[in-house]
């Protein structure tokens, strides 16, 4: 499917770019917030589960949204872009089961698909999608999750065999509370006969999201956003017109970004109940923030205060905010530290910031970080979606210019994010990769 031109800087499908930031004025304005990514991902997943025309609303462009497009017309789906963010879904009456390894290397969180094929067709085959920048990244507590649901699960030459005549419903209880795993056990209960009961299951807004447009499809799923999902299943479903909660790791983007700038800006669209615990760590920073009608307000009036913060399962504060609170922590007053809690190697980036003059130690899980007046520009390469924004964000408190590079990164999960800066004042652009 051909995508409309991006309005702003390169399109997803552009030639490699380098974005290059200068420290500037204090940010003045308005940014608007789309949709979570996280969201809209598992959304389009959930569309393979009935015929019809879906609409999808706010829908970012980037280019993870592009692969779960690719992803899903290679089931025989067709997707159509309806003017401004409006996606519409063709999910015809057979769909091929099928995720190649080619679609699910780029993005993993293609294996969203294995619960709704399986439960709409019986059967399905996706590639397994190995590791990424976060280390290891296990699938092994959504297949333990569908084998109790009664698929049979094969996994060989890389790729994920999984078939059930029927699937019946369980009790699931969760070692962990795996935003994935929920979500596939979510959608693949659908279609099981009775009742299936996810016990420690995760509590993020998008899977309370998800929740809802399947119950809009005609699913009973209850209890989202606790702890105990129950899914009553084997109702008829059918296609729906939603709206996807926004993007709170997008907000935080901005929020850090004024945090290390200075200045005031107004975030249209975002959900501040989303981030409170976020917020009120940012407070702890020095950072105001408020809650307006229609998004969130958020003013930088001093220097930031060093402090500490600890990653966990929504509602904590969520691991994608790490590389961010890294960022304004190495321009901070005092010494911060930060323990990461969901995934073992989300601090590789870290040496990225460090080449810009950040002082960081990396200690297991712990990063302690010294904060200094000024980071020093640098050329650094972003290492994968929420480290790239951390960089370009660190850029607005180093002095000279900092080049960050492989922005395909960025690209991949942030909408605009030059155009957006540039407009609350930040000196920055693209630039052919260099
Ligand atoms: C999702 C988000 C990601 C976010 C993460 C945690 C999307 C596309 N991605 O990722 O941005 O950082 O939630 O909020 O929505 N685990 C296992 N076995 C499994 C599943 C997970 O060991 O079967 C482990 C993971 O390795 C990790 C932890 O559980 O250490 C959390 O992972 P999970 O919540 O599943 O994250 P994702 O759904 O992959």
New binding site residues.
């Given amino acids: 499917m051909i995508r409309p031109e991006d309005a702003a800087g390169p399109g997803t499908g552009a030639p490699p770019a380098d974005i290059l930031v200068r420290p500037g004025a204090p940010l003045r304005g308005e940014v608007q917030i789309g949709g979570a990514k ?1 969201s809209i ?1 598992k959304l389009l997943a959930a569309t393979t589960l009935a015929e019809g025309r879906f609409t999808l609303r706010r829908v970012p462009r980037i280019s993870d949204v592009d692969t779960m497009v690719e992803l899903l017309e290679s089931f025989g789906c067709r997707l159509s872009y309806g003017g401004g963010d409006v996606l519409h879904v063709d999910v015809p009456e057979r769909i091929r089961p099928h995720a190649s390894y080619d679609l699910v290397s780029r993005m ?2 293609s294996i969203a698909v294995l619960g709704p094929l399986l439960a709409r067709c019986g059967e399905a085959v996706v590639a397994l999608p190995g590791g990424d920048d976060f280390g290891s ?6 297949l333990a999750a569908l084998e109790r649901l009664g698929a049979d699960i094969e996994v060989s030459h890389g790729y994920v065999h999984a078939r059930a005549d029927v699937l019946k419903g369980e009790e699931v209880p969760l070692a ?1 509370p ?4 929920t979500e596939n056990i979510m959608m693949a209960a659908t279609a099981a006969e009775g009742r299936t009961v996810i016990d420690n299951a ?1 509590r ?1 807004p ?1 899977i309370a999201d998800l929740a809802a447009f399947l119950n809009r499809m005609g699913a009973e799923v209850l209890g989202a956003g606790s702890p105990t999902i129950t899914i009553n299943g084997g109702g008829p479903l059918g296609p729906v017109d939603h709206t996807p909660v926004s993007d709170r790791i997008e907000t935080a983007v901005y929020l850090a970004a004024v945090g290390i700038a200075g200045g005031e800006i107004t975030l249209r669209g975002a959900q501040p109940g989303h981030l409170r615990m976020l917020c009120d760590k940012l407070g702890e920073m020095n950072l105001r923030t408020s809650t307006i009608k229609g998004g969130l307000w958020a003013m930088s009036p001093h220097r930031l205060r060093a402090t500490e913060i600890v990653t966990l ?1 929504y509602p904590g504060v ?3 905010y790490q590389p961010l609170v890294v960022a304004m922590l190495s321009l901070a007053d005092g010494v911060g530290l930060v323990t990461e809690n ?3 190697n989300r601090f590789r980036y870290v040496g990225e910031l460090i080449r810009m003059g950040a002082d960081i130690r990396v200690e297991g899980r712990c990063a302690i970080v010294r904060g200094r007046e000024r980071l020093s520009g640098a050329p650094v390469r972003a290492t994968d979606i929420r480290a790239g924004a951390a960089l370009v964000v660190a850029g607005l408190g180093a002095e000279g210019e900092t080049i960050v590079r492989d922005t395909h990164h960025i690209r991949r999960g942030h909408e605009d994010l030059v155009g957006n800066l540039r407009s609350l004042g930040a000196d920055i652009s693209w630039s052919p990769a260099g």
């Fill in positions: 996280n991902l993993r969180a990244r296990p699938i092994d507590m959504h962990w795996s935003v994935g795993a995760a993020e998008e399962p969520a691991t994608d969901v995934f073992a």
